[in-house]
């Protein structure tokens, strides 16, 4: 029996439950003995981290845990199992500064990872960065990718380039959304932003005169049903641990414009995306304008884009964690 451990849903944040409740159905259907087990609390403070803890002790074990992102010091409460921690990315640890910071790099990072069975990480990028703030031994760490869900298909559709629809993803700091409305102004367009807006972000969409749309806490169907209403899909981040939507925009077909930084780079592929620098407003301005203006860019963009998907299936990915689990009972 594989139980995966997932932190408190959260209508806007799912992005890592996407990736294994996928995973979860795949090995369901396949035969293997799987279970979900979901934390009551989200972590926002000591009380709901000790209220999670006592709720993983409290549960029966089975043969191998799999902490599937976030909420990695479940390992320090799963003694008596063999135990994988999956890593997305290190972006807890800006969160805080000095006691608080260390604190959570104790809780998330460095008590958990010692005592984990295995380390799986999504990206060469997080791998860099988990051996850069914990020793642990390097064969410890496994690389899998995520992968790209298989109802993301290509979806053929005429650009409209006298007002493209420009679908940006994420509106945390790192998705870098600011910038992405400095550098549509005056462009025509409409910019359809997925993710709950601040006050700053809603002032600067207002006096920048920008069309735009904004769809909070959507399921997948109607995330892909914006991927395929979309003309070219936005996602110049300054920071990620994998960038999903990169592949997500690909599988559907479309022109994708993120940032020149890794993991970014490896993700989207040789010639699988237009490539910006992410802290230049001309920059991704010139991106958009290119991605406008350019069928050819388009067409090249998204035939490397639709090829590079075949390196990220599920069948793929879920064969790597198997033979990670084999190897975990074997030991």
């Known amino acids: 029996m594989i139980t995966f451990i997932f932190r408190k849903r959260s209508p806007n944040v799912f992005s890592i439950e996407s990736i294994f409740d996928g995973l979860y159905a795949h090995f369901e259907k396949s035969g293997v003995a799987v279970c979900r ?36 010091y479940a390992a320090m409460f799963c ?42 990480v ?14 642990v031994p390097e064969q410890k760490i496994t690389c899998i990718p995520n992968f790209v869900d298989p109802a993301f298909t290509c979806s053929e559709r005429q650009f409209d380039s006298a007002l493209p629809r420009i679908l940006h ?14 550098a549509l102004r ?33 399921d997948k169907p ?28 690909q599988a559907v077909g479309r022109p994708v414009l993120t940032s020149d930084l890794e993991p970014m780079r490896s993700v989207c592929g040789p010639g699988g995306a237009l490539l910006v620098e992410p802290h230049s407003v001309d920059a991704i301005r010139d991106g958009f304008l290119a991605l406008t203006n350019d069928a050819g860019l388009r067409a090249r963009l998204v035939a490397a884009g639709l ?8 069948e793929s990915v879920a064969a790597a964690y198997a033979a990670l689990y084999r190897r975990i009972d074997a030991s």
């Open 122 to 135: 999504i990206s060469g990028q997080t791998r860099t960065e988990v051996l850069d703030i914990v020793s």
């Open 37 to 72: 087990l979901e934390l009551p609390h989200v972590s926002t403070g000591v009380g709901s981290v000790l209220r999670n803890a006592w709720f993983v002790l409290r549960q029966r074990r089975t043969r191998l845990l799999h902490i599937t992102g976030d909420v990695h």
């Open 186 to 218: 005056g462009i025509p367009c409409v910019l359809v932003i997925v993710g709950p807006l601040s006050p700053q972000i809603v002032s600067e969409l207002c006096s920048s005169g920008i069309r735009h749309e904004n769809h909070v806490g959507v």
């Open 307 to 314: 090829d590079n998907c075949r390196r990220f299936t599920l």
């Open 79 to 120: 003694l008596r199992s063999r135990t994988v921690v999956t890593i997305h990315d290190c972006v807890v640890l800006q969160r805080g500064t000095g006691f608080k910071r260390f604190v959570m790099w104790l809780l998330w990072f460095g008590l958990p990872l010692r005592l984990a069975s295995a380390i799986t």
């Open 169 to 182: 993803i994420g509106t945390t700091p790192n998705k870098n959304l600011s910038r992405v409305v400095a």
């Open 222 to 249: 109607v995330l892909l049903d914006l991927y395929r209403d979309a003309d070219v899909i936005s996602f110049p981040s300054t920071y990620e641990g994998f960038g999903i939507p990169i592949l997500e925009g």
